[in-house]
């Protein structure tokens, strides 16, 4: 299922996207608000200083190594306030372990000053 994609936040959720998965630090971080939340694992990063400087170089090495497919994703916008829920098959091999398994991904964006931004990402697997 794939509803509200073609709307200026889902447009901002797939940039995002594509810059991790090609190593745009610079457009990966453009996508996030300065006091962006993102839950991953049990941990949690506060700014997108934070996972820019920590967690989303890990993320751009993990995801160029393996191979996602959407299975489901819905962008429902309220206002200035958008909500992202998706799911996704990944599988490939990454520091010598093979990996299968599907993954959810949950993102809230807001419009700030005529743009969209992500303000909180929650991933889980």
Same mark, same amino acid.
């Given at each position: 299922?794939?509803?509200?994609?073609?709307?200026?936040?889902?447009?901002?959720?797939?940039?995002?996207?594509?810059?991790?998965?090609? *190593?745009?630090?610079?457009?990966?971080r +453009?996508?996030? +608000?300065?006091?962006?939340?993102?839950?991953?694992?049990?941990?949690?990063?506060? *700014?997108?200083?934070?996972?820019a400087?920590?967690?989303?170089?890990?993320?751009?090495? !993990?995801?160029?190594a393996?191979?996602?497919? =959407?299975? &489901?994703?819905?962008? =429902?916008?309220?206002?200035? =306030?958008?909500?992202?829920? *998706?799911?996704?098959?990944? =599988?490939?091999?990454?520091?010598?372990?093979?990996?299968? !398994?599907?993954?959810? &991904?949950?993102?809230?964006? &807001?419009?700030?000053?005529? &743009?969209?931004?992500?303000?909180?990402?929650?991933? *889980?697997?």
């Amino acid at each position: 299922m794939l509803k509200g994609l073609d709307t200026p936040a889902a447009k901002v959720v797939l940039a995002f996207h594509e810059a991790l998965e090609t *190593s745009n630090k610079e457009l990966a971080r +453009a996508q996030l +608000a300065d006091d962006v939340t993102i839950y991953e694992g049990g941990r949690v990063e506060r *700014s997108a200083d934070e996972y820019a400087h920590h967690h989303m170089l890990s993320d751009m090495k !993990y995801l160029a190594a393996m191979k996602s497919e =959407t299975l &489901e994703h819905q962008v =429902t916008v309220l206002g200035n =306030t958008a909500i992202s829920a *998706s799911r996704s098959h990944t =599988t490939g091999s990454y520091k010598g372990k093979e990996r299968d !398994y599907e993954g959810m &991904e949950t993102m809230v964006l &807001e419009k700030q000053n005529g &743009e969209w931004k992500i303000k909180h990402i929650h991933w *889980s697997h």
